[in-house]
């Protein structure tokens, strides 16, 4: 019995897609009705933790409006080492023009070590490497980071953002020789102190960051008596401070 399923890892600002394909082979014959009640997810799962024997994995870059695609290098992830989801980033040589270049990159640490490392496929060189970050005085301590797995990574402008709901947003600008770390806190009042994410997965559904017109925006969902309150926000120019755009209150029986 053989299965096949494919995944969007990543998006580029200018919608390049990283795709995984991944097909089982020969696998023992299943139960009626197994094919259409395989959870796909959980097949991307093992493929991405190479956890199965008959499991083919293939990446690919595309651009869905031609259709080409760049197959990558499978990263070897040695069993040690916890990483975060694949963030896609690219560069042009002029204004409006289509992208030159483009980068992926995750987050790496071996289980156990505060220490993070950029792991990263150049599409200059066709290779994956490893680089260590500068960490500015200014950043707060990586090893309290709790990363949302589910949560996009983001591209905005020359650097990649990785998102914890609970505390803010960090970055790096993955195509320097040495990549350096930047932060970005949540809005005043939104910070979680003590907050274990993996012991509410509703966090993600109550808040979320995205890109838009060009600038970092956050939005939260908060209850209030009997209201729904809505609030969003988005990043300065310089980069420091949210600013207030809208707040919205609707009234719902399900609010507590």
């Known amino acids: ?35 259409e009640s395989l959870d796909r997810t959980m097949l ?35 069993a040690t080492e916890t990483s975060t989801a694949f963030g896609l980033l690219t560069q042009s040589n002029g204004p409006h023009c289509p992208p030159d270049r483009f980068m992926v990159a995750q987050l790496s640490s071996p289980t156990g070590d505060n220490r993070k490392v950029v792991r990263r496929f150049l599409s200059d060189t066709g290779e994956w490497d490893e680089r260590q970050p500068l960490v500015p005085v200014t950043t707060p301590g990586l090893p309290g980071m709790q990363i949302d797995a589910n949560h996009d990574v983001l591209a905005l402008g020359d650097r990649l953002w990785w998102v914890d709901l609970t505390w803010g947003a960090f970055s790096i600008n993955p195509f320097c020789d040495q990549p350096e770390y930047g932060f970005v806190e949540l809005p005043q009042g939104s910070v979680l102190s003590d907050f274990d994410l993996r012991e509410n997965l509703m966090l993600g559904k109550r808040r979320l960051m995205g890109v838009s017109e060009g600038k970092l925006h956050y939005i939260e969902v908060c209850t209030e008596k009997e209201l729904f309150v809505i609030s969003s926000f988005s990043l ?19 609010a507590t």
Do not use: Y
């Open 1 to 35: 019995m053989d299965f096949a399923a494919a995944s969007i890892r990543a998006t580029s600002s200018d919608d390049l897609l990283l795709l995984d394909l991944a097909e089982t082979r020969h696998l023992p014959p299943g139960p009626p009705g197994a094919r």
């Open 44 to 78: 991307l799962e093992l493929a991405a933790a190479g956890a199965a024997s008959h499991l083919d994995v293939a990446r690919f870059i595309c651009n869905p409006l031609n259709g080409q695609p760049f197959r990558l290098l499978l990263l070897d992830m040695d």
């Open 236 to 254: 300065d120019d310089e980069g420091c401070c949210w600013k207030p755009t809208r707040q919205t209150k609707v009234k719902g029986k399900f």
